[in-house]
Each structure stands twice: as C-alpha cells, then as structure tokens.
C-alpha cells in the first residue's frame, strides 16, 4: 500500500513536470511539418519506399506518412526487431536490398551501422529534437521512446511487498516465489538493453547477484513482452522483473490493474532508431520519411498512442512518467554491443537460462 | 454410382491390375515429359527451399572463397542441449501422435459409421480446433490449465487442493498439442470409412463374431493404411509445430527442436548452419516414419473399392448411441467449446479477466481498414495456395499410385520432405532461394502462396493417397475398356471415387493456410499482411483481448468455408441421388 502511494507521487510529480515542459514547448517547435519541395518532388518522383521495423510505432508512421504523400506508394514488414533485421541482411548479402528506412530498436540500428548497411545521416528536425533524440555517435537518430519500468499486478500483490529497486532481489521474500517473469535479451531488445544496464550500472558481481535473486524466487522465462504483459493482467505472473510502456500502457488505459513503478536505482530508456540503407533504392523517399517521423505533427501522434516523442515542445504520453524527469541507469548501448556475447553469457550463467 | 468392397489386407494382385498403364514407346516419352515437368515444379516448391536452406547452413564465405563448413555440425553435436531438445521432440511428438490418433480414430469411427445423434453436428465440431491459430489454442489451454489462475485450478484452489492441473508440463504439452492435431487424423480416417464397404463386417458377424470382434479384426485393418497415415502425419505435424511448445515448454526449460530453431533465428547474428542442422534432424525423423509406413505396407492390398456396388451401412449402437454421444459431447466440450468460449470470453473483456465486458474488440473487426486489408489478403493467399497444393496433390498422388513410371518414389519422397520442416525455417529457404533467382517474386503474395504449397503439398498428397490405393484400378480399366480417353476416365472415374478426399484435402490445407503464422512471417510485407501477421503483432504490445477478437475472426472465416464446401457437397449428393 505504502508503495503503491509513493508510486502515485513520483507519477504525479512526473506528470506535473511533463505538463510543464510541454507548455515550456510550445513556444519552441509547434509547427506543422513542412518539407523541402524538392525533397517532397523528388521522393514522389521515386514514388516507393520500403521500410522495416517495430510492429507499434511504424504502423502508425505509415498511416499517416501515406495520408500526407499519398503519392508515394509504401511498404513494410514489421516484427521481431532482430528477426526483420537478419531478413535487411540476407537481402543485401543476396544483392537485392529492398530496404529504404529501417526504424526500429535502436540496438538493430547501430549493429546495421556498424556493418557499414547504413548512410549517414543527419536529420533537417536535429535542431527541434530533445537530447534524448540524438545518439552520442550520431549517424541516426531516435525516433521514439520507451521506457522499461517494474511492472506488478496490484490486485495479486496487495497484501504482498513489492520490489522498490532492483536490488530488492538479490535477496527475495519468499512470497514473491513463482509470481516473477522476464524475456530473453537474446531476442528481445528492449530484455537485452535492460540486462545490458544492470550489468554497466552494479557490475557484474552485484548485477550477477541481482538476476540469481531473480531466478531463486522461481522467476520463469517468457518467449516475450507480450507474453508477460498477458500473464499480468491475468495475474498469473503478478510480478514482472521489468516490462516496457508499450506493452503495458495499452492494458492499463483499459483498467488492467496493473501498476509499473521507477526503480529507486532507475528505469532503463529504450529507443527507436531511424537508419537509412546506405543502398535505399528510393533515398529521396527515405529521407522524407525520416524527417516526417521527427516533425510535430508525427510525434504528437506517438505520444497520444502512449509512446514517448524525442522532439522539443510535444506534450509526453498520459498516465506516464515523463521520460527526461525519469532517473535512468546509465546505459552506454554501443558499449554493449561490443560486448553483447559477455552480457548474454554472464545473463545465462547468472539465471541459468539458455539464451539461444 | 454403387461401389462395393473386395478384398481386405490380400496379397497384391495390382500389378496384373495395373497393366493397362504398362508403358508403350510413345507413352513412355509423354510420361517422362510429365514427370520432367513435376520434377521441375516439385523442385521449386518443395525441394530448392530446403537446398537454399542447407547451403546457406553449410558454406561460409573465407577470404572471398566459399568453402564447406561443419562448425555449426560440431556445435550441435557436442551442446547438450541440442540432445535434449531432439530427446524432448521425439518424447512430446509420439506422445501427441498416439494420442491424436486414438481420439482421431475413435471419432471417426463413432460418427461415420455408427447411429451417433446428431453425428454430422459433432463432426464438424471435432474439425474446430484447426482452424484456431496453434498459439491461440495453447493459449486458450494457459488460461485453463495454468498454476494460481486457470479456470480449471480456481475451485480447486478454493478447496484447499492447490493445483491438480499444470499446462507448463510434458503431458500438458503433449495434451494440447494431441487435441490440435487429432482433426486431422480424423478426416483422413472417416474419409476412408465412407469408402468402406460395411459387406466384410456383415459377414464377419454373420460368422458369429462380436461387433467388438469385427471392428479390431475387419474395420481396423481394412483402414489401417488411413490410420497409419494419420498417425504419421499427426507425428510430423507435432515435430514441425513451434508456436505451441514455445508457450508451453519454454518457461519450464522444455525445449523441443523447433524452440531451439525459434531462438537461434530470433538471436543476431542466427547460425544458419544450427539451424540447417535441426533441421535436417526434423527431416530425419520425418523421413523415418515414413520409411517405418512403407515396411508396413509394402506386399499388401487395401483396396476396398471396386466395381461392385455397395451402400455404406450405420451400425446400430441401439440405446448405446446416446452413452456414446455424451461421452463425445464432453470430449468436445473439454476440448472445442471449452478453450473456444475462453476465446469468446477474452475477446469481449476489457482486458483478460477484467470481469467487465464491451464490445470494442469486435467493433474493431470491421472498424479497422488493417482487418479489412488482412482479410482479403488471407482469403485470397489461402484459396489460392490450397486449391493449387490440393491439385499438385492430386497429381502426385496419382503418379504414385496408378502409373509405373521410372522415379516416381523419388517424387513421393521429395514431396514429403519438407512436411517435418519447421514452417519458419522453411520459409527462410524460401526466402533465400527466391533472392538468389534472378527472375524473383520476393515481396509479392506468389512467394507466400509458393511457399505454403511447398511446405503442404505432402498433406494433400497423403490425404489423397490414402483414398486412391483403396480403390481398385479395374474401374479406371473398365472405363478405359469401354472406350474413355485418359481425361473421361479421370473426370468421370476416378475423380468422384476420391472426390470426398479431395475435399478433404482442401479444406485440410485451407484450415492450416487461413491461420499459417511462421510461414508467412520472413516472407510478407505490408502489401501482403496476413490476418495471422496481424494477430501476431497486436499480441507482440500485449493485447489479448484484441487477439481474442481476431483469432474469432479467423475460426469464423476457417468454418464458415468449411460450411460452406460441405453444404455444396451435401446438395451434390443429393442431385446425385
């Protein structure tokens, strides 16, 4: 009960913040998207556009991008952000790159530009984007955000503790055995950049002890997100190591009683990152959709669906923390990547799970 | 037509039967051309996927040269992890395949040849289950069978008895998955009892013995060229499934091949060459059973079909019928209706269990252009691919069984190789062979639809097959006697003697095709987006309920098209009459 009320007023601190940062905003980038007519003429003079990515956040993209250009004829292939990925890469391994734009999680994004999949690329809306917007590498850039937060059942745990930090599991109560779920970082990004901060943040050791108290009080492995957002709101799994906003603000709005609460430690932010294909066969249309996806207008209609914007000025998603009020554990995701075999094998020695 | 049976499990006397198609020098040329031509069509849709497959598996490109790799051999073999998940595999699949075929056998025989109220109804109810996405189904059964909260567990967790019932188990697995498989034994097995002739029972009980007696000693052997294809593909099916033991099997650390082939594609970067390996496992035991179903058929006859005419005939289970009746009625219940109202129940909740109702989820349906879009594209990749793979499946099941031409076996066998498979991997052969063509239909709806018939054409055949050696080549002989050209006997013959098969098949193909998720994942765009593709990304940002409301969309489409076939065929049968 204690911690549901201390929850209730970090949202409600983080909601009056967001509220005023987004009048803050006003002022600074309120207008509609408008590009270059050249750009415009050229990409419609292309006519195409392939884009591949995460199955919430480019449908909506599309829709509207299809409603502005309806001249330009687009189409996608959404999924698993590594399973579309290695599809981007026997494409271009088979000399047929189909791919103009790949927006998805962020990890997929830096391992393509790393292997040299990608043009560099630098958005006109740079300018109007929050820091959270711009990677430090640059090359890309973000367009949405996530956050992964606790995430727990309030019914199923109301007369139970529920976690305040992440180091409330190295050593779990016992009533917390059985009710615990997590996904694979193998698979899932959003699991992997997750896992991949608690091992930079608390070290390996104190991390490691983390994920072991995790397993120790039964903590099972889902196939995904989504599995555990289901076996939440059933209360099956009442309690979630960690799950992410998309997967959860949906069943909330919909009076699911569920709860996710910031770590004291911190939350882990997760974005969605714009790369354009050093091979696009439509560049031009690339290009506009890229700009497009970080203009007002497209933002807004990320934060409405409960996504969080990475433009200035954009009123945050409702009935969420506000992402640049929200302490985050550090995460360096390039870092991360270099050393993604470490972090999986020090993950799958720590829970005992099998990651491939 | 009348048709009447002769002969049970006698030794062959085909081949004097089979002398009308002996080959003469000009039909000899026309045969080769034919079998050139299926070789070529078989290769593309069946064959090159999985060549695609193996050589993206076993080569690797060193120093610009491409040289042959067994890594990925040594990496499986010396995992024990891999063991255990092909240990696992061979466990879960026998175990479903056994259980299918008992449930698969015994509803055929109770509602095609006995006096069961109301057979046809419950008929049609056994057949539900495929046409419910396997991911849903199994979901279905989570949300009966799992620890704390399955509807199954509450009341016994009210009374103190904790959990009798874990769906996160071996048997739960081999539950759900021998239940989603059971349909199929049973269209195949009351295919070949309506082909019957119930002569041979008649006269075995006019020879004093039991009904019991005369159904394990006439019936059961008469069908068992059926049954043992059933039990066959009831195997492969479950070696080849991955949605259900992926739900099931991973939170407990029970991972079957196909888990380990699920992971392996969804890590960067995927060893192909693990994946080629597993599957070439899946391929192995596949190719096993059925070598195993050969041996046992080889040297013998079971046709029941001939020239004679015969109406099939109802046993009369007296006032046994109702007994029986409840008995199905509860299987059915437990296992149709049962998982199909959670479905219903899930679909019009706000959120699972909210215990509030609205019927926004279903509003959806036809609120959303996305669902509007899906659908056309479903009905049009399913109708497609299971007309052409019931077609194909035809074609190669009567070049196997009433021609002698040279390589026909190979045919056989290389159509049934793709059938054990996992769909994801052998989608990713697809996907790689048409990348490397260079007149290519990657991103259109033909490579979906190329695909599935590549991946399912074995399902027709099989159907097909099992109906065609039951009937006797000397009605296509007399027809071919009385002076019918090839095509008049094929149309006027041989064509309706298998017509129920042939339905059979379709509907068999199109229930698979209409909720086929990991086929069509690697190979679609937003241009050819599946309802199944759909389902499947609502799932991915948690929505059940929204699945719920689609997944009813789906079994709505798969029966309303199972209706709908067996209505056109009822009238046909009574014009015939």
């Not at chain 1, 996806?293 to 200035?312: D, K, S």
Request: aromatic share 10%; with cysteine.
């Amino acid at each position: 009960m204690g911690m549901k009320r201390a929850s209730f007023k970090v949202f409600q601190s983080l909601a009056v913040a967001g509220v005023l940062s987004a009048l803050g905003g006003l002022s600074t980038a309120q207008t509609a998207f408008a590009a270059d007519a050249t750009l415009v003429a050229a990409a419609e003079k292309e006519g195409q556009l392939v884009v591949y990515g995460d199955p919430f956040t480019v449908p909506l993209l599309l829709k509207a991008f299809g409603a502005k250009y309806p001249k330009i004829k687009v189409t996608s292939a959404t999924g698993d952000a590594w399973q579309i990925y290695n599809r981007f890469v026997a494409e271009n391994a088979a000399g047929k790159p189909l791919l103009d734009v790949m927006y998805q999680a962020e990890d997929t994004v830096i391992t393509a530009k790393t292997s040299g999949y990608l043009a560099d690329f630098a958005s006109d809306e740079a300018g109007s984007l929050s820091e959270l917007g711009l990677p430090p590498g640059g090359g890309y850039v973000r367009g949405n955000g996530n956050l992964i937060l606790f995430a727990y059942n309030h019914d199923s745990m109301a007369n139970k503790q529920v976690p305040k930090d992440w180091t409330d599991y190295i050593s779990p109560p016992a009533e917390w055995d059985g009710l615990g779920a997590m996904s694979n970082p193998g698979s899932s990004s959003a699991t992997f950049a997750t896992v991949a901060a608690i091992y930079q943040t608390f070290g390996p050791e104190k991390g490691g002890a983390i994920l072991k108290g995790f397993r120790s009080a039964k903590g099972e492995l889902n196939p995904s997100m989504g599995v555990m957002a289901t076996k939440l709101q059933t209360g099956e799994r009442p309690l979630d190591f960690f799950n992410i906003t998309t997967a959860i603000s949906g069943i909330i709005a919909k009076g699911a009683p569920v709860t996710m609460a910031v770590p004291v430690s911190g939350g882990v932010a997760q974005f969605n990152a714009i790369g354009l294909s050093k091979n696009a066969p439509h560049p031009n249309a690339a290009r506009l959709l890229a700009d497009f996806a970080l203009g007002h207008e497209m933002q807004t209609i990320f934060a409405e669906a409960g996504v969080y914007p990475v433009r200035n000025g954009v009123t945050p998603p409702k009935g969420l923390p506000v992402l640049a009020e929200v302490k985050l554990l550090s995460l360096d995701l390039e870092k991360a990547l270099k050393d993604r075999d470490t972090i999986l094998n020090w993950w799958a020695a720590s829970t005992g799970f099998s990651y491939r | 037509m009348m048709l009447s049976t002769s002969t049970i499990a006698q030794r062959s006397g085909a081949s004097r039967a089979r002398n009308v198609f002996a080959p003469t020098p000009s039909r000899v040329l026309v045969q080769r051309g034919w079998l050139t031509l299926f070789c070529v069509v078989l290769a593309v849709f069946a064959l090159m996927p999985l060549v695609a497959l193996v050589l993206r598996g076993f080569l690797e490109t060193q120093d610009g040269r491409t040289v042959l790799s067994f890594e990925a051999l040594h990496a499986v073999l010396k995992e024990s992890g891999y063991w255990m998940a092909t240990w696992n595999t061979v466990v879960i699949s026998l175990g479903a395949m056994m259980l299918a075929t008992a449930i698969g056998v015994v509803l055929a025989w109770c509602l095609v040849r006995t006096n069961v109220p109301f057979a046809r109804t419950l008929e049609q109810l056994a057949t539900l289950p495929i046409f419910i996405p396997p991911f849903i189904g199994a979901f279905a059964w989570v949300l009966i069978g799992a620890p704390r909260v399955g509807l199954f567990n509450l009341p016994a967790r009210g009374l103190g008895l904790g959990d009798p019932m874990d769906i996160y188990t071996y048997t739960g697995i081999i539950w759900t998955t021998g239940i989603y498989i059971a349909p199929y034994v049973m269209m195949i097995v009351a295919a070949a009892l309506r082909n019957m002739d119930p002569s041979l029972e008649e006269a075995a009980q006019v020879c004093g013995l039991s009904r019991l007696r005369t159904m394990l000693s006439v019936t059961l052997p008469v069908v068992a060229p059926s049954i043992l294809s059933g039990a066959v593909l009831a195997f492969v099916i479950s070696i080849g499934l991955f949605g259900t033991p992926v739900l099931l099997g991973m939170t407990k650390e029970i991972y079957l091949i196909t888990s380990r082939i699920y992971l392996e594609l969804q890590h960067f970067p995927p060893s192909f060459g693990i994946v080629a390996v597993l599957a070439i496992y899946l391929m192995f035991m596949s190719t096993l059973a059925n070598i195993l179903q050969s041996i046992a058929l080889r040297g013998r006859s079971f046709i029941t079909v001939t020239g004679k005419g015969f109406r099939p005939k109802i046993i009369e289970l007296t006032g046994g019928r109702y007994v029986v009746a409840a008995v199905i009625w509860f299987y059915l219940t437990l296992t149709v209706i049962g998982p199909i109202v959670i479905i219903t129940a899930a679909a019009f909740s706000t959120f699972t269990w909210s215990g509030r109702f609205t019927s926004a989820n279903v509003a959806y349906l036809w609120q959303s252009e996305d669902v509007r879009a899906t659908v056309v594209n479903s009905l049009l990749v399913t109708v497609i691919a299971a007309t052409a793979a019931t077609m194909l499946g035809l074609a190669v099941a009567w070049i196997t069984t009433r021609t002698r031409m040279w390589g026909r076996r190979l045919v056989e066998h290389v159509v049934l190789l793709p059938m054990s498979v996992p769909s994801l991997a052998f989608a990713l052969g697809v996907s790689f062979f048409w990348l490397w063509m260079p007149l290519s239909i990657y991103g259109t709806m033909w490579i979906i639809i190329v695909g599935l018939i590549g991946r399912y054409v074995s399902y027709s055949v099989r159907t097909i097959t099992s109906s065609l050696i039951q009937i006797h080549p000397e009605l296509e002989e007399s027809a071919r006697i009385s002076g019918f050209g090839w095509g008049n006997t094929m149309f006027r013959v041989t064509l309706p003697l298998v017509m129920p098969a042939i339905i059979s098949s379709w509907v068999m193909v199109y229930s698979i095709f209409i909720s086929e998720l990991s086929m069509v994942l690697p190979l679609y765009t937003a241009e050819t987006r599946t309802l199944s593709i759909l389902s499947f990304d609502t799932w991915a940002v948690g929505e059940f309920s929204m699945v719920a409301a689609l997944s009813l969309l789906q079994l709505v489409m798969g029966v309303g098209v199972m209706w709908t076939v067996t209505l056109i065929t009822k009238q046909r049968q009574v014009a015939a009459v």
